[in-house]
């Protein structure tokens, strides 16, 4: 497979694993109780802001690997 065509599908599979991760984590914040105070919110928002960046990474270093000879 050509770098070309891995960046293509790496950024399909950067918005789809973005939008899942996104629905995923307000699914679980809206089943939250309402009453939970804010320094056990920070932990969840740290974790659902920056959880992402993992897999994410893993897709751009394989959209980065130079083609084959």
Not at 4 to 29: C, D, E, H, M
Not at 44 to 66: D, N, S
Request: charged share 10%.
């Amino acid at each position: 497979m050509t770098q070309r065509n891995r960046k293509l599908i790496g950024i399909l599979l950067l918005l789809g694993s973005i939008v899942a991760w996104l629905w995923v984590g307000t699914a679980i914040y809206l089943h939250l109780p309402a009453e939970l105070p804010w320094f056990v919110l920070i932990p969840y928002f740290l974790v659902a802001g920056m959880g992402w960046c993992l897999p994410a990474m893993w897709i751009i270093a394989w959209m980065a690997r130079p083609d084959r000879s």
